[in-house]
């Protein structure tokens, strides 16, 4: 079977307006599926990563509800329980609401002892605690913000006003976090300062924190610790709500499976539509080229030859805005987490084969009808149009 390859070719690229329209549905749907794929496998690799071993108790109102700092010490008594620190976060952004900060205040010795990927290099962890308003910053968020050791910079919080009557909270950023290439990305984003800055300066709130993190001895006793958390404070006036740490960030997240559900519909909506457009396209094609199979036909070429060709001419469309769409969702990402605030979350091996297959079975698609019309049409019916 001998493919006319450079007919196929110039056929292809003959009518530019409707090439470059099926090249760009082909090239959207296929950067959208890998954006939000994405996103989607990289938060459940994030996930894997979270740490099996510490627990979040927050006030079972709310996540932004406080509870009394003095509830650590009780948690800290339970059997089961290794260590107990809190965190509060301030929120807000800096400079404008573009660049959104994820600062908190916590017991920093503490707080890095209890979450220990959170890597500071010891000199620098000096200088933090030796200064009321001295700061940690994640190499993440430095980066991005454009932060070095020894700026001085104002973060605009959406939570707490100071005893200045506003919600602007300054801080000295002393040490850069997870900044070495083999420290965890994941642990490179935020703002952590010591709490008793914000204790003290807040105008309410004192003496209480947004949530407690409970180190374990036993990874498998997550489970009846939680429990007995949550009955410690059965009756009192701020009871708790005890998770897992992937169950705490999968609830700030809003849940990944209901971003899952979004990305298969999304995708599947985009993928239909995209088949019918591409489709059309093909088989209008196909038709006004029934003349020029027919000469094809009449000089020798076969049935398969010509087959062959147009599935060359749906292949070069398919699969090339595939890999473009690919490409650009994957050079993407990485601004994408960025403004999001998140670090570390790459783009897995599956969504490339994935989308690479899938452009090639859309291909093999829209020329199954051109195709199977070609082996049933006559050659003098082919050459008179009919």
Not at 53 to 80: K, M, Y
Not at 222 to 233: G, N, P, Q, T, W
């Amino acid at each position: 079977m001998t493919i006319p390859f450079r007919l196929a070719a110039s056929n292809t690229f003959r009518s530019p307006l409707r090439w470059t329209l099926t090249f760009l549905a082909t090239f959207v749907a296929f950067m959208l599926y890998t954006v939000l794929s994405g996103i989607v496998s990289g938060l459940d690799g994030a996930f894997d990563r979270l740490s099996d071993t510490r627990l979040r108790v927050l006030n079972r109102t709310g996540p932004l509800e406080t509870l009394p700092i003095a509830h650590g010490s009780r948690i800290a008594n339970l059997d089961g329980v290794q260590r107990v620190t809190h965190a509060t976060l301030l929120g807000g952004y800096f400079q404008d609401l573009s660049q959104p900060v994820t600062s908190a205040a916590v017991d920093l010795p503490a707080f890095l002892d209890v979450v220990p990927e959170i890597r500071v290099p010891e000199d620098q962890l000096h200088r933090v605690l030796a200064l009321r308003t001295g700061a940690i910053v994640g190499s993440s968020t430095a980066n991005r913000l454009g932060w070095r050791v020894g700026d001085h910079v104002p973060i605009q919080s959406a939570i707490w006003i100071n005893d200045q009557g506003n919600e602007t909270w300054t801080f000295d950023v002393l040490a850069i976090a997870n900044s070495r290439p083999e420290d965890d990305k994941m642990y490179a984003e935020g703002v952590f300062f010591d709490y008793a800055y914000l204790n003290e300066s807040r105008v309410a709130g004192k003496d209480t924190v947004q949530h407690f993190v409970v180190a374990l001895e036993d990874p498998a006793r997550a489970a009846s610790v939680a429990k007995a958390i949550d009955e410690l404070f059965a009756n009192s006036s701020h009871r708790t709500r005890t998770l897992s740490e992937k169950q705490w960030v999968s609830g700030q997240l809003r849940q990944v499976e209901d971003l899952r559900l979004l990305v298969e519909l999304v995708v599947g909506a985009v993928s239909f539509s995209l088949l019918f457009l591409t489709g059309t396209m093909m088989v209008q094609a196909a038709r006004s080229r029934r003349p020029e199979f027919g000469i094809l036909k009449a000089m020798g070429f076969s049935d398969g030859s010509i087959s062959m060709m147009i599935l060359a001419e749906a292949f070069v469309i398919c699969v090339g805005g595939a890999l473009a769409g690919l490409l650009a969702g994957a050079l993407s990402l990485p601004s994408i987490f960025e403004f999001a605030g998140v670090a570390g979350l790459g783009l897995p091996g599956e969504v490339y084969a994935t989308a690479i297959a899938a452009g090639m079975g859309l291909a093999g698609l829209i020329s199954l009808w051109p195709m199977v019309h070609l082996r049933r049409v006559a050659v003098t019916e082919a050459i008179g149009g009919k």
